[in-house]
C-alpha cells in the first residue's frame, strides 16, 4: 500500500507538503525530494541522524541521494532523548559552518522524533532558517512528530521549551524501516496513535478497537493503515491551528501535560516519550472523571486498548513533588494556572484549567491510586 497525504497550510511559508508512506521510500527519496523545487539539487543535502540509524539507514539513503544528484554530507548525533539539547544543537550548527554549508542546503532529518526535532530545530534556526525534510524512522514519528512542523529541544528546566514552527517541504515515510524497531519502540508509536484516535474521531477509535490484536502482532498492512489515519487526522488538526494559537491544536497534547513532567522528572531518557504519554493518557482519564463527572468507561476502554498495545501503567513512578515541579513547566498554563487536555468522550475534549491546589491533590490521588 502507498498512501500520499498532500498537508495544505496556507498562509505559512510552507504552503503545502506531501506525507508520503510507502514500502521502499527510502531508496526513493532523492527523486521525491527532486521533484519539489525547494529542496531540489544543486542543493546540497545534509542528513542529520543518530548513530543507531546511520548504522542501519544511512548508507541507503546516501546513495538514493547522490542518484538523484545532490551531493550530500551527514551528521550523527548519539541515540536518545539526552540529545535533544542546545548544546547537541549548537554543535551541529558549529559542524555545519565548518563544512562550508550554506543557504543553499536541504537538512534531511532521518530517524525518531529526537532527530525529527533536534534536526527540524537546526535548519529552522541555520543561517536564519534552511528547509528540512523528515524521514521518520520511527512508529511515533510516522504517526505523529514528523507531521506538523513543531521543532525543539528540551532545556534542564523542561521539555520542549526552545523551539519553533518549521513545517516540512517533505515527509517520506518507508514502514518496512520499522522491521528493526524494537518492541518498547513500537509500543512508543502506539501511545500516540491512542491519543490521536481517543481525541479526535470517534471512526479512528472504534477501527483501533477492532484491529487491537494484528496492530499489536505488527501486521504490516494494519499498520500502515494506522499511520495513514493518523497522518490525515493530524494534518486536519494542524491546518486549523498551525501555531497553537487558538487552542485547537492543543488537543494533541491529550496526555502530555503529565507525560513530559514524567520524562522530566526522571531525567531525559531514563523514560520514553510515548510510555510517559500512555501515563498520562490514563492520568487524564482519572482527572476527567474526578473534575468533569466522565463515567469510568473511557479510562478503563483507554487502559484496555494501552495494555493490549505494549503499554501497561508504569511500575515505578518519580517522587509527586519533582512531577508537579516540573507539571509548572507545561506550555499550556496560562497566568500561572495548568490546563489539562481532558475527554468528556472519545472526539470530545475540553480544556480544563486547575489551580495549583487542584493539582496537587489530582496528582496525589493518582499517586494513592498507583500505590506510590
Ligand atoms: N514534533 C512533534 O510533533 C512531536 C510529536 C511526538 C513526539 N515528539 C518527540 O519525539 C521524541 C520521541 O521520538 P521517538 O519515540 O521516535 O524516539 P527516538 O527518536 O529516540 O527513537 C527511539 C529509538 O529508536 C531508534 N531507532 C529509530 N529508528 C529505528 C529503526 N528503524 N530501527 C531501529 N531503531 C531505530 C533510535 O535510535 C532511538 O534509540 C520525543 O523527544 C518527543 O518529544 C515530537
Ligand atoms: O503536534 C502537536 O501539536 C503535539 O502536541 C504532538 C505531541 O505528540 C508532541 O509530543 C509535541 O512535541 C508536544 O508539543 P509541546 O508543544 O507540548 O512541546
Ligand atoms: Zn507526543
Known amino acids: 500500500m502507498a498512501t500520499s497525504v498532500m498537508i495544505s497550510l496556507p498562509g505559512t511559508e510552507v504552503a503545502s507538503y506531501a506525507v508520503r508512506v510507502r514500502t521502499g521510500g527510502l531508496d526513493r527519496l532523492g527523486d521525491l525530494m527532486a521533484a519539489v523545487p525547494a529542496c531540489a539539487p544543486p542543493r546540497r543535502a545534509v542528513v542529520i541522524t543518530d548513530h543507531t540509524v546511520a548504522d542501519l539507514y544511512l548508507g541507503r539513503v546516501r546513495d538514493a541521494l547522490r542518484q538523484a544528484g545532490y551531493r550530500v554530507s ?36 532521518l530517524g525518531g522524533g529526537v532527530v525529527g526535532d533536534l534536526a527540524g530545530f537546526v535548519a529552522c534556526g541555520y543561517q536564519r532558517g534552511v528547509p528540512v525534510v523528515q524521514v521518520p524512522t520511527t512508529l511515533l514519528a510516522m504517526v505523529d512528530s514528523s507531521v506538523g512542523g513543531k521543532v525543539g529541544v528540551n532545556l534542564p528546566a523542561g521539555k520542549n521549551l526552545v523551539g519553533g514552527f518549521l513545517q516540512p517541504q517533505l515527509v517520506c515515510a518507508d514502514p518496512a524501516v520499522l522491521e528493526t524497531l524494537p518492541a518498547r519502540e513500537w509500543a512508543c508509536g502506539f501511545a500516540e496513535v491512542v491519543k490521536a484516535a481517543a481525541v479526535c474521531g470517534d471512526d479512528f477509535f472504534f477501527w483501533l478497537l477492532d484491529h487491537v490484536a494484528q496492530l499489536a502482532a505488527h501486521d504490516f498492512a494494519t499498520v500502515e493503515e494506522a499511520i495513514a489515519r493518523s497522518v490525515v487526522l493530524k494534518a486536519d488538526v494542524v491546518a486549523t491551528d498551525v501555531a497553537e494559537t487558538a487552542d485547537l491544536r492543543v488537543c494533541l497534547n491529550y496526555g502530555h501535560t503529565l507525560g513530559h513532567a514524567l520524562e522530566h522528572a526522571v531525567g531525559w531518557g531514563g523514560l520514553s516519550h510515548g510510555h510517559a504519554v500512555a501515563e498520562g493518557i490514563r492520568f487524564a482519564a ?18 484496555g486498548v494501552l495494555d493490549a498495545l505494549g503499554l501497561p501503567p508504569l511500575s515505578e513512578l518519580p517522587s ?25 468522550d472519545v472526539g470530545r475534549w475540553a480544556i480544563q484549567p486547575v489551580s495549583a491546589d487542584q493539582l496537587r491533590d489530582l496528582v496525589g490521588a493518582w499517586w494513592r491510586e498507583r500505590g506510590a
Open 320 to 344: 509527586r513533588d519533582r512531577v508537579l515541579d516540573a507539571m509548572a513547566c507545561d506550555k499550556k498554563a496560562r497566568a500561572g494556572q495548568a490546563r489539562l487536555v481532558l475527554l468528556d
Open 286 to 303: 482519572f482527572a476527567a472523571e474526578r473534575l468533569r463527572g466522565v463515567a469510568p468507561d473511557l479510562g478503563e476502554a483507554l487502559g
Open 74 to 109: 551527514s551528521l550523527a548525533v548519539a541515540s536518545g532523548e539526552a540529545s535533544k539539547s542546545l548544546a547537541v544543537a549548537g554543535d551541529l550548527w558549529g559542524a555545519l559552518a565548518e563544512r562550508g554549508v550554506g543557504r543553499d542546503c536541504v537538512v534531511v532529518a
